[in-house]
T-cell receptor, first 113, second 112 residues
């Protein structure tokens, strides 16, 4: 069983569209994250949820809205997609406290055309 | 604010030679330090971490890292590199609340 799974793996869409990426973890972790990896491979945290509550919200356009229906799921909805949103988006999870490593999904490659 | 620096974009070594991938950090309080590896088209995989105790920590695939508090460094090392070690390596620091900050990554290329 995949510990952190994201769908879809690839997403190609036109500018202006709205799209969602789903993430599920079966590790029983309290905390889930969304990261963006740009074309230069830089990795930046976007959001973090702990037990369905938003705890980290970095400087991200408000077109990006995370939703956590339960602590095993953290979805990312993006409105009015722009060319600059093209990137690989990674979901991750970890226990809440800081000593434990994060487990990453395989990523969703979003291409906006 | 916490930060991580990986001063080398690229590290090239010959197979069988030792390798070092550098990382320095800045954080308030005790650091929780991690190394992750990313193979092409894959997510990040955990390699090793320093939380407390021994300054030399051992991890997966024969990798180890040395925590140096005075130099605020956490360099990744391996005594004998393999071609299959070629990948992108990230150093990260995590605070007690769980917020992680990643370095910009270092591409390791091991040549036969």
């Amino acid at each position: 069983d995949t510990a952190v799974s994201q769908t879809p793996k690839y997403l190609v869409t036109q500018m202006g569209n709205d799209k969602s990426i789903k993430c599920e973890q079966n590790l029983g972790h309290d905390t889930m994250y969304w990261y963006k990896q740009d074309s230069k491979k830089f990795l930046k945290i976007m959001f973090s949820y702990n037990n369905k509550e938003l705890i980290i919200n970095e400087t991200v356009p408000n077109r990006f809205s995370p939703k956590s229906p339960d602590k095993a799921h953290l979805n990312l909805h993006i409105n009015s997609l722009e060319l600059g949103d093209s990137a690989v988006y990674f979901c991750a999870s970890s226990p809440a406290e800081g000593r434990t490593e994060a487990f990453f999904g395989q990523g969703t490659r979003l291409t906006v055309v | 604010a916490q930060s991580v620096a990986q001063p080398e974009d690229q590290v090239n070594v010959a197979e069988g030679n030792p390798l070092t991938v550098k990382c320095t950090y800045s954080v308030s309080g005790n650091p929780y330090l991690f190394w992750y590896v990313q193979y092409p088209n894959r997510g990040l995989q955990f390699l090793l971490k320093y939380i407390t105790g021994d300054n030399l920590v051992k991890g997966s695939y024969g990798f180890e890292a040395e925590f140096n508090k005075s130099q605020t460094s956490f360099h990744l090392k391996k005594p004998s590199a393999l071609v299959s070690d070629s990948a992108l390596y990230f150093c990260a620091v995590r605070d007690w609340k769980g917020k992680s900050t990643f370095g910009d990554g270092t591409t390791l290329t091991v040549k036969p």
